[in-house]
């Protein structure tokens, strides 16, 4: 071996060294991520398997008993859930509450997004000033005065109302999110495109909107969980009325005054839990890059 490959072979085993020691100096870490991850899914996984359990052992035994056992699983508690107290009826509702409560509340926050970014008018950055500072307001205080107009107007009871109520609580984070984004496209894009003669409108709908897709879905991922797992405002908006009741609030009717039943909570939060995860899990590969948008400009 010549004078100039010796120290080839030498740099070539130190970096294979120093590989190793980077992968071993991870371990720790990679332990300490899969024991959170085992305790944050323990109690899910838990109520996964009671769900599968007949109710009275649920009631009597813990849910880890039922592996030595395999033919005790059985669809009790969620024939008991769906037959029994309308949970069917209250999902088609969470559907019709969700599906407008989220778009409606994306596609103006859009617009706003786009007149605080690329246009100027008097006052714009106090104005945004004053709608990010909506963000800490707690809804609670908007609840009785909304619920008053609601009342004068007949609203109350009715899906229109609870849109309208989720849209004004959920804009101002959707223009502070869409806004940070929007403000990261190139500005010599939309300038080119208005010397190509595209009005705003036009540039919007075909160059801002296709390229903020991780940002719209990102918003859309956490709009759409709010409005589903809410139980506050459609409590205050809707009532308990089973025409036109969200799965949540029929899911918190299914425990009597007593305790009575909780045993059919466990299929009720699974079944509460099937649209939002096929949400996330179709909008996850853009859920990263959306929540990060405009965090780092340059």
């Known amino acids: 071996m010549s ?41 899910t996984i838990g109520l996964l398997v009671s769900s599968f359990r007949p109710a009275q ?21 969620y024939e008991g859930a769906i037959v029994g107290t309308g949970i069917g009826r209250a999902f088609i509702n969470s559907i019709f509450i969700t599906i407008p409560a989220t778009i409606i509340p994306v596609m103006i926050a859009a617009f706003a997004a786009y007149a605080f970014s690329w246009m100027e008018f008097r006052g714009r950055n106090l104005l945004f000033v004053i709608v990010v500072g909506l963000i800490v307001v707690p809804l609670q ?22 849109w309208l109520a989720h849209t004004g609580f959920g804009l101002p984070f959707a223009i502070y999110l869409l ?56 409590l205050i908006f809707l009532g308990g009325t089973p025409d036109v009741a969200p799965m949540t609030v029929i899911i918190g009717n ?36 959306g929540i990060t948008a405009g965090s780092v400009k340059g």
């Open 254 to 289: 299914l425990v009597s005054s007593m305790g009575a039943g909780w045993q059919l909570l466990t299929a009720g939060a699974f079944l509460s839990m099937i649209l939002p995860l096929l949400v996330f899990f179709a909008l996850q590969r853009y859920f990263v890059a």
């Open 179 to 234: 806004r940070n984004f929007f403000g990261t496209l190139p500005r010599e894009m939309l300038e080119s495109a208005y010397l190509d003669g595209a009005s705003g409108f036009t540039a919007f709908f075909r160059l801002v909107m296709p390229l903020s897709v991780p940002a719209l879905a990102s918003l859309i991922i956490f709009q759409f969980m709010w409005v589903w797992n809410d139980l506050l405002i459609a």
């Open 57 to 77: 052992l649920v009631a009597t035994t813990g849910w880890w008993t039922a592996f030595r056992d395999l033919g005790q699983f059985t669809l009790e508690l």
């Open 141 to 162: 205080m908007a609840l009785i005065p909304i619920l008053r107009i609601y009342s004068a107007i007949g609203w109350t009871g009715s899906f229109l109302g609870i």
């Open 3 to 43: 004078e100039v490959d010796a120290p080839q072979v030498s740099n070539g085993q130190e970096s294979a060294r120093a590989r190793r020691q980077r992968r071993l100096a991870r371990i720790p870490l990679h332990v300490a991520v899969i024991l959170i991850c085992i305790i944050w899914l323990l109690p």
